[in-house]
């Protein structure tokens, strides 16, 4: 080191070479890596050392795919910036100009509006199916197709996907399954055990679990995940280290919140079939032997003010996300869905009257009460 205080405080290292045995996995807040000469430097590009610049890879965020794909049952997993940045570079590791994707209908309004309208102008054909139909997926099979693409819970009507059975067509026909496992989880569903090849999550919602963070995770065939990673790389998709960071920390309290998230909504669901305001309860049945998710959707009756409703909500907050520890509500003909055309938003069934909860982990008679309240104020008089 230099002896002049201009380069003394350019280059502190104090710490740089010293062991460290933290019990948490340190914040590798760096955008590259040191190499002690040109043989070091070469010793990555022969897959010799692991790290050389934040964009291609950091510890941090493998330790976020690795965990995910741990708790999956997947041999491989790889972090992005988003949940729709893990979407795109799942289906770009498969398709590519001249290819055709199947994705059922009712899908995540976000994830709709990527493949009906980015992928066409990447030279990818996308068929939307409603799977919940019976719709015989077979039917639209091509030539040049290479995957399905469904979630294993529906957003916002909250389908069940039939994984095992979609997984067996997909590998029938040489098809690569890619399943959104966001509002499942592991906790509640392994799509990769069930015979997905690509399990998708948005890392912002129950990984993260605490409204702080966006992120994004890919878990798969570790052929495929190599090329989604390359994706990722070359399209600026990484995710920074220190949110993978707090990803790995919310991922630890996954099983406790989810068991409380579960409860809770559950028990709200329930109460919720019993109140006169309500037309209908989505909620899913036979997910898990653990619980059927954190999510409720309600279609409230046209004797109800739906800006009332909201109006009522007290401590209920509108958010357009889920899976924070708080109860929040959705409207999703205002927030996830509205960039879709009138008739697509009816066909799927997103009503004016359509509320999506995402369940909190706060007591379920405090939660219940919220929207009996709610639900009681917004009665048109």
């Given at each position: 080191?230099?002896k ?35 043989e ?38 790889v ?15 498969v ?59 529906s ?21 690569v ?16 055990e ?7 999550h ?8 605490h409204?702080?963070?966006?992120a ?5 065939h ?12 070359n ?28 409860a ?8 919720l ?5 309500v037309?209908?309860?989505y909620y ?8 059927n998710?954190?999510?409720?959707t ?6 109800c003010?739906?800006?009332r ?13 889920l ?8 409207y ?5 869905h509205?960039?879709?055309p009138?008739?697509?938003r ?26 009996n309240?709610?639900l ?6």
């Open positions: 080191m230099g002049h205080f201009d380069t003394k405080s350019v280059h502190l290292s104090g710490m740089e070479e010293k062991k460290i045995n933290s019990k948490s996995t340190p914040i590798y807040q760096t955008s590259a890596f040191k190499f002690k000469d040109l070091d430097l070469e010793n990555f590009y022969q897959g010799k050392n692991d790290y050389l610049y934040t964009r291609v890879g950091n510890p941090n965020t493998d330790e976020l795919g690795a965990a995910v794909a741990q708790l999956e049952g997947a041999p491989s997993g972090a992005a910036a988003s949940g729709t940045a893990a979407i795109l570079a799942g289906v770009l590791a398709a590519k100009q001249g290819d055709h994707v199947i994705a059922a209908t009712d899908i995540y309004g976000g994830t709709y509006q990527l493949l009906a309208n980015e992928l066409p102008d990447l030279g990818i054909e996308v068929s939307f199916v409603d799977f919940a139909e019976g719709e015989k997926i077979a039917d639209h099979i091509k030539a040049n197709t290479k995957m399905v693409y469904s979630e294993s819970i957003n916002p009507l909250l389908r069940r996907e039939d994984i095992e059975a979609l997984g067996a067509l997909a590998r029938e026909a040489q098809l399954l890619m399943v959104d496992n966001t509002f499942a989880t592991p906790y509640l569903c392994r799509p990769y069930q015979g997905a090849d690509l399990v998708v948005s890392a912002t919602k129950y990984i993260g679990g409204s702080d963070i966006t994004g995770v890919l878990v798969g570790e052929g495929l995940i190599e090329k989604a990673n390359q994706k990722i790389v399209l600026g998709s990484s995710l920074s280290p220190f949110e993978a960071w707090l990803t790995c920390r919310g991922l630890k309290t996954l099983s406790v919140r989810m068991e409380r998230h579960v809770n909504a559950q028990k709200l669901a329930d109460a079939h019993k109140h006169e305001a037309e209908k309860v899913p049945e036979d997910v898990s032997p653990l619980g998710g954190a999510i409720v309600i279609d409230i009756t046209a004797t003010d739906v800006e409703f909201f109006q009522s909500l007290g401590w209920i907050k509108i958010v357009p996300t899976a924070g520890v708080e109860t929040s509500v959705s999703p003909l205002a927030t996830s509205r960039a879709l009138p008739e697509t009816d066909q799927l069934g997103i009503t004016e009257g359509l509320i999506r909860i995402s369940v909190g982990i706060e007591a379920a008679d405090d939660i219940i009460e919220g929207f309240q709610a009681n104020q917004a009665k048109r008089n």
